[in-house]
């Protein structure tokens, strides 16, 4: 957003503003034109006062040095120790006292000052220049003040002018300009609005004096021109040069000033040329020629593109249309006669030129022209500039002149004064309404119910009702809103199964004991490359950014994988385990659209699970922790994947990790990191993460049903199946509902036996069966038949026998 | 042989009653008592058990006053136990009362705590409370067209107010293919918008803002739609600012939705997640896609609106006194054309505020950044 200074001051001049600074501020702000702050130049000035050299004597003991006796009020006499060529008895200048703080002459720091000696003489505080102020750049000699500023007052108080610093929206170009937001001001307070002094501008120049020409109407809709005579080059009146440095510019001449003056007024950029320098005694605005060059203000020789405007003489280009004025016409001291350059430029073709050049921070004329500034302003800043030329160049005017093919009408508004209740819910008093459009310079005419209005000349920004509406709500107050709860008709709700799914799924995973993470979902395209062993991709291409704040952001995560490995491993560093979970979005391309953002939930297990205290023994997250939390979002919601399970995922532990697949698509992936991958990540071999795809989940999503509770006593039966060291444990249980089908209430695995009593290549699986019927009591008999046929289908299908 | 049966079963019983009495006064615990219990009355061969088995082998006119006895002496013993037995537990409770206290400063097991993260906990804070004021929460793409994010929005390129949302773009190459695809396939167009609409280039969206557009193209009036999510921006990170970061979007469009309603709404809201009696504040501001444009801030729930906090500036609003929460207004007539909205007929407003912003209010986090550098100790804490 486009910032301005505006010292209060020079808003004074224009507005009847009373109040301080800070209130004027508040006013401002609260009326859409926002302060960012308010700087003053007495800020730092504490314990620095208005001074008179009282004595000026050598020091005794150096030739550089001089004696100054500084009289500061009521008495009070310092004496400093100066070695500035300017001084001279009688003279009036700012003077600081030990403890105050200043900048560093020679340096771009602040300090302190002390009572410091110097070739034996102390010197108690020092007089000041500009810069050691903060008031400019000059340090080559004190600031020397006015011999009418009252001696003995602190400096802040004769100096010290607070500039409002302002945050503009870019719908208001015309508050770029002191005059806009005195005229903001003025409506604000309801006092009158002063128009600075202009000169009477005679629109009859002598054509072999000076033409303008618009050769490019899409990108100058208006080119007006003056041209000055008698021209004196010097330095711009002191109070210009001051509110020039308050406002941020540099001073460099009365020509330079007074443009860069009226476009801190207005908002108009100008530009003045030497008019004995220009070929043909014309101004053209036209596309730049193929293969035009020019050197510009800062020195850089530039190619010109033929898409870029450019105001030239007879000749050659003079200087980029809006943006930065060319070498050889500048201003010279010997300088007598001028040309003024005074256009309205299309604001986006301004825009498009200013940042291929890599001009739009520093161009103050490009800031100004990118927005929608009003033509009206043209004529309006020559006759300012002409007769601040005038006054402080000696200057007299010979003529001006300008083109404006098309002419830009003002819209004329057509409302209703319900509109205004309509949109902001309160009823205003219509003369309340008409007031504040009255006192922002809108034209107005009512009939009946309607109003029509025209904006200010100056105003691009109002064209239809609710611009209006916000206008008088702007002035008489956003306070004026009532608070009221809306009783409107409430519309009807969807379901959103994704996201329920999710949320549950966070409060399990919660539930568990794990922690949320959020990680930046832009991540380093290296990550990617670090998450297999042979740096084989598990993901799809990530979608890369044009234009990335850094390559540690340059790709969107096609996993949570990388984020979850890296947040760990810096965990790591400063604990022993940790237990994450993360859900997000991954971004998958997708030909044609946009990318398919997969909704994924992962979460990942490393290091110490539970720490040694006096009741828990020390142990590591491990496989079977990740098996109970996948176990425990089943029983839960029944994520329980269905669909073709493999073993082996990338960038895991081969025969360590498993993954669901529906189509090609793995819905649940887990297992123990690649140990491999575990080191390149520094992370301790047992990592464990898992990832779960919720959209496939939610398709096939089987939510547990409600069980009534049994009726009728369950039998507990332990029994030990002795099976291949091969068959997992998986087949056993499967095998085991089968054949017990709905009796079968529960099994737990109770434990899990290799040794010499099942001999070589074969284990023991003791299995807890919870059994009972919906319908009755299971009889003894019943249970010993019911187990007789797992043993029997176990020892058919597997090979399993009965142990013991 | 039948007398002597007879005599065994009767026999002493009334001494054997007395020999139980003896020695179930004499059971110092419930144990003792248990094996008393087992002798006298055990199933298999208790002393009276076995008498009352061998009943049945007496002559049948000597059963029912040998069975009567019998059950006498058993009704004895077992009452004697069951008074015994109070007795006992009654002192091992005096004992476990007045002997058995633990001391309860040890810690217990560790119990390993989840929490949410202090963005997922404010996104549903967000959502419950617009949920009471009948906003239904729905999400949206994050990686966006143009057309959605920018032009819909009265934002089209060139358009200064896009300074407001530096942009981080898809990459070209990846894009080309996608908006060649696009155009063969004329598939990336809006639902319910022409087919031939240019959707623009592909880019991370900078707000929540483009899913106003998408809400009003599915649905019709009355509207009341809440849209939190990631956004993106390309932006230096600080303090306070993130280049990802999370907003909340709100909607809400009738025929009569007006900017007191938008006030009501955000001023409900800020009580419900500041608490207290909040004071709101307006003032003017500028987007381009709604017209009244307003800044809303609420007045600093820590000092209570003074900006000083014992004496000195107030961290939370630095000194301000006020909170700057949202920015919003009522939706620009061209917007609501652009998606078939009559403006003579629809009115409504929209909103969008910071969640980290939020986030960090309602924990005292003092830097955004710490959301999602995802330092445990950090997250433990909050």
């Known amino acids: 957003m486009p910032t301005i200074r505006v010292p209060v001051s020079w808003l004074k001049d224009y507005a009847d503003a009373h109040g301080p600074a800070d209130e004027i501020a508040r006013q401002l702000h609260m009326s859409g034109t926002?302060?960012?702050?308010?700087?003053?130049?007495?800020?730092?000035?504490?314990?620095?006062?208005?001074?008179?050299?009282?004595?000026?004597?050598?020091?005794?003991?150096?030739?550089?040095?001089?004696?100054?006796?500084?009289?500061?009020?009521?008495?009070?006499?310092?004496?400093?120790?100066?070695?500035?060529?300017?001084?001279?008895?009688?003279?009036?200048?700012?003077?600081?006292?030990?403890?105050?703080?200043?900048?560093?002459?020679?340096?771009?720091?602040?300090?302190?000052?002390?009572?410091?000696?110097?070739?034996?003489?102390?010197?108690?505080?020092?007089?000041?220049?500009?810069?050691?102020?903060?008031?400019?750049?000059?340090?080559?000699?004190?600031?020397?003040?006015?011999?009418?500023?009252?001696?003995?007052?602190?400096?802040?108080?004769?100096?010290?002018?607070?500039?409002?610093?302002?945050?503009?929206?870019?719908?208001?170009?015309?508050?770029?300009?002191?005059?806009?937001?005195?005229?903001?001001?003025?409506?604000?307070?309801?006092?009158?609005?002063?128009?600075?002094?202009?000169a009477k501008l005679r629109w009859d120049l002598d054509p072999d004096r000076l033409a303008v020409r618009i050769e490019d109407p899409e990108g100058c809709r208006r080119f007006g021109a003056a041209v000055l005579d008698n021209v004196k080059i010097g330095p711009s009146p002191k109070w210009m040069q001051g509110r020039l440095i308050a406002a941020g510019m540099r001073p460099i001449h009365n020509a330079v000033d007074i443009t860069n003056y009226v476009m801190l007024e207005l908002g108009q950029p100008l530009h003045a040329y030497d008019a004995d320098h220009l070929r043909g005694n014309v101004l053209v605005a036209r596309r730049a020629h193929g293969g035009e060059s020019l050197r510009t203000l800062d020195g850089v020789d530039r190619l010109l593109a033929p898409d870029v405007l450019v105001i030239a003489d007879g000749q050659r280009s003079l200087g980029i249309a809006g943006i930065l004025g060319g070498a050889d016409s500048e201003i010279r001291p010997s300088t007598t006669r001028i040309a003024l350059e005074c256009a309205s430029f299309e604001p986006r073709g301004i825009d498009r030129t200013a940042q291929k050049l890599g001009l739009s921070q520093q161009s103050a004329a490009s800031a100004r022209f990118r927005l929608n500034l009003s033509p009206e302003l043209v004529p309006l800043a020559l006759a300012r500039a002409v007769q601040l030329l005038v006054e402080h160049a000696g200057a007299t005017l010979a003529g001006a002149t300008e083109v404006y093919p098309k002419p830009w009408h003002r819209p004329n508004i057509k409302l209703r004064f319900s509109d205004v209740t309509r949109i902001l819910g309160v009823e205003l008093p219509r003369e309340e309404s008409v007031d504040a459009l009255k006192r922002l310079g809108f034209q107005y005419a009512e009939s009946g119910d309607t109003f029509v209005v025209t904006p200010p000349p100056i105003?691009?920004?109002?064209?239809?009702?609710?611009?209006?509406?916000?206008?008088?709500?702007?002035?008489?107050?956003?306070?004026?809103?009532?608070?009221?709860?809306?009783?409107?008709?409430?519309?009807?709700?969807?379901?959103?199964?994704?996201?329920?799914?999710?949320?549950?799924?966070?409060?399990?995973?919660?539930?568990?004991?794990?922690?949320?993470?959020?990680?930046?979902?832009?991540?380093?395209?290296?990550?990617?490359?670090?998450?297999?062993?042979?740096?084989?991709?598990?993901?799809?291409?990530?979608?890369?950014?044009?234009?990335?704040?850094?390559?540690?952001?340059?790709?969107?995560?096609?996993?949570?994988?990388?984020?979850?490995?890296?947040?760990?491993?810096?965990?790591?560093?400063?604990?022993?385990?940790?237990?994450?979970?993360?859900?997000?979005?991954?971004?998958?391309?997708?030909?044609?659209?946009?990318?398919?953002?997969?909704?994924?939930?992962?979460?990942?297990?490393?290091?110490?699970?539970?720490?040694?205290?006096?009741?828990?023994?020390?142990?590591?997250?491990?496989?079977?922790?990740?098996?109970?939390?996948?176990?425990?979002?089943?029983?839960?919601?029944?994520?329980?994947?269905?669909?073709?399970?493999?073993?082996?995922?990338?960038?895991?532990?081969?025969?360590?990790?498993?993954?669901?697949?529906?189509?090609?698509?793995?819905?649940?992936?887990?297992?123990?990191?690649?140990?491999?991958?575990?080191?390149?990540?520094?992370?301790?071999?047992?990592?464990?993460?898992?990832?779960?795809?919720?959209?496939?989940?939610?398709?096939?999503?089987?939510?547990?049903?409600?069980?009534?509770?049994?009726?009728?006593?369950?039998?507990?039966?332990?029994?030990?199946?002795?099976?291949?060291?091969?068959?997992?444990?998986?087949?056993?249980?499967?095998?085991?509902?089968?054949?017990?089908?709905?009796?079968?209430?529960?099994?737990?695995?109770?434990?899990?036996?290799?040794?010499?009593?099942?001999?070589?290549?074969?284990?023991?699986?003791?299995?807890?069966?919870?059994?009972?019927?919906?319908?009755?009591?299971?009889?003894?008999?019943?249970?010993?038949?019911?187990?007789?046929?797992?043993?029997?289908?176990?020892?058919?299908?597997?090979?399993?026998?009965?142990?013991? | 042989m039948f007398a002597r049966k007879e005599a065994y079963v009767a026999d002493d019983l009334s001494d054997l009653a007395k020999r139980a009495a003896r020695e179930i006064a004499d059971a110092a615990d419930e144990s003792a008592l248990e094996g008393v219990r087992v002798r006298y009355l055990g199933r298999k061969d208790g002393e009276l058990t076995t008498r009352m088995k061998a009943v049945s082998a007496l002559p049948a006119a000597e059963r029912p006053a040998a069975g009567a006895a019998l059950n006498a002496a058993k009704a004895t013993i077992e009452a004697a136990i069951a008074d015994r037995e109070r007795v006992l537990r009654a002192a091992s409770l005096d004992r476990s009362l007045s002997g058995g206290a633990l001391d309860l400063t040890l810690p217990g097991r560790p119990v390993r705590l989840g929490r949410l993260h202090p963005i997922s906990r404010t996104i549903r804070d967000i959502s419950r409370i617009f949920l009471g004021m009948g906003f239904e929460s729905v999400e949206g793409p994050e990686i966006e067209w143009d057309y959605y994010n920018f032009e819909a929005l009265n934002i089209p390129a060139g358009h200064p107010a896009r300074d407001k949302f530096n942009t981080l773009w898809v990459a070209q190459d990846s894009a080309v293919a996608l908006s060649l695809a696009r155009t063969a396939a004329g598939g990336a167009t809006a639902r319910g918008g022409d087919a031939a609409r240019d959707m623009g280039p592909m880019l991370f969206r900078t707000h929540t803002s483009p899913m106003q557009v998408r809400i009003m193209e599915q649905r019709r009036p009355p509207i009341r739609i809440i849209v939190p999510g990631r956004c993106y921006r390309f932006e230096a990170t600080d303090a306070t600012h993130e280049s990802v970061f999370f907003q909340y979007e709100g909607l809400a469009i009738d025929e009569m939705m007006s900017m007191a309603d938008l006030k009501g709404v955000l001023y409900s809201f800020a009580r419900q997640i500041f608490g207290g009696e909040r004071k709101v504040r307006f003032r003017p501001d500028y987007f381009p896609f709604t017209e009244p444009s307003a800044e809303i801030a609420f007045d600093c729930f820590v000092c209570e609106g003074t900006g000083q906090i014992d004496g000195g500036r107030c961290a939370t609003c630095a000194g301000s006194g006020w909170i700057e929460a949202a920015g919003c207004g009522m939706v620009h007539p061209d917007v609501l054309r652009r998606v078939g909205y009559d403006p003579a007929k629809y009115q409504g407003f929209a909103f969008g505020g910071g969640v980290d912003r939020l986030a960090g209010l309602l924990t005292g986090t003092p830097d955004i950044r710490l959301f999602y550098q995802n330092d445990l100790r950090y997250l433990e804490s909050v």
């Not at chain 1, 969807?494 to 949320?516: A, M, N, S």
Request: one cysteine or more; aromatic letters at 4%; glycine letters at 10%.
């Open chain 1, 34 to 198: 926002e302060v960012d702050r308010i700087e003053r130049p007495g800020g730092g000035w504490e314990h620095v006062w208005v001074g008179r050299i009282a004595k000026l004597e050598k020091h005794p003991n150096a030739d550089k040095l001089l004696l100054a006796t500084v009289d500061y009020g009521e008495g009070r006499e310092k004496t400093v120790v100066t070695g500035a060529p300017n001084l001279t008895e009688g003279d009036v200048v700012p003077y600081a006292e030990v403890g105050a703080r200043l900048r560093e002459g020679h340096g771009a720091g602040w300090l302190t000052l002390e009572p410091k000696k110097m070739r034996g003489i102390v010197s108690e505080g020092m007089v000041c220049s500009e810069k050691e102020l903060g008031l400019g750049e000059d340090h080559e000699g004190i600031l020397i003040l006015d011999k009418s500023v009252k001696v003995g007052q602190p400096l802040a108080d004769a100096l010290g002018d607070p500039v409002l610093v302002l945050e503009l929206q870019p719908n208001r170009p015309d508050c770029m300009g002191v005059v806009g937001v005195a005229r903001e001001l003025a409506a604000v307070q309801r006092v009158a609005l002063r128009e600075p002094a202009m």
């Open chain 1, 459 to 804: 105003r691009t920004d109002i064209a239809i009702t609710e611009d209006v509406v916000e206008e008088v709500a702007r002035i008489v107050g956003y306070d004026r809103i009532p608070v009221r709860v809306p009783d409107g008709p409430l519309p009807l709700h969807e379901r959103h199964p994704l996201e329920e799914l999710r949320e549950r799924v966070r409060d399990l995973l919660v539930g568990f004991g794990i922690q949320e993470t959020v990680s930046y979902s832009l991540i380093d395209p290296a990550w990617l490359e670090r998450l297999a062993p042979d740096g084989a991709p598990i993901a799809p291409d990530p979608i890369r950014l044009q234009n990335p704040t850094s390559v540690s952001q340059s790709v969107a995560r096609p996993t949570l994988r990388a984020s979850l490995l890296d947040t760990a491993a810096r965990n790591l560093k400063h604990r022993d385990g940790v237990a994450i979970f993360e859900i997000s979005p991954v971004y998958l391309p997708r030909s044609g659209d946009l990318p398919d953002e997969r909704w994924t939930a992962a979460f990942l297990l490393s290091g110490r699970a539970e720490q040694q205290t006096w009741l828990t023994k020390p142990r590591d997250w491990d496989i079977y922790d990740v098996r109970s939390f996948i176990l425990g979002l089943d029983r839960a919601i029944g994520i329980g994947p269905r669909g073709d399970r493999s073993t082996g995922v990338p960038g895991l532990h081969p025969g360590r990790s498993v993954k669901v697949a529906i189509g090609d698509r793995a819905a649940v992936a887990y297992g123990q990191l690649d140990p491999r991958v575990a080191e390149r990540w520094e992370l301790p071999e047992a990592t464990f993460v898992a990832e779960l795809d919720l959209h496939i989940l939610l398709e096939d999503l089987q939510r547990p049903s409600a069980v009534v509770p049994p009726r009728f006593p369950a039998a507990l039966r332990d029994l030990a199946f002795v099976v291949d060291e091969a068959l997992p444990y998986g087949d056993l249980v499967a095998e085991v509902r089968g054949a017990a089908k709905d009796l079968l209430g529960s099994v737990t695995l109770l434990d899990v036996y290799r040794g010499p009593q099942v001999g070589t290549g074969k284990k023991s699986f003791a299995l807890r069966l919870v059994l009972r019927s919906q319908t009755a009591t299971l009889t003894d008999a019943e249970v010993e038949k019911l187990t007789s046929r797992i043993e029997g289908r176990v020892l058919h299908k597997l090979g399993g026998t009965i142990r013991g």
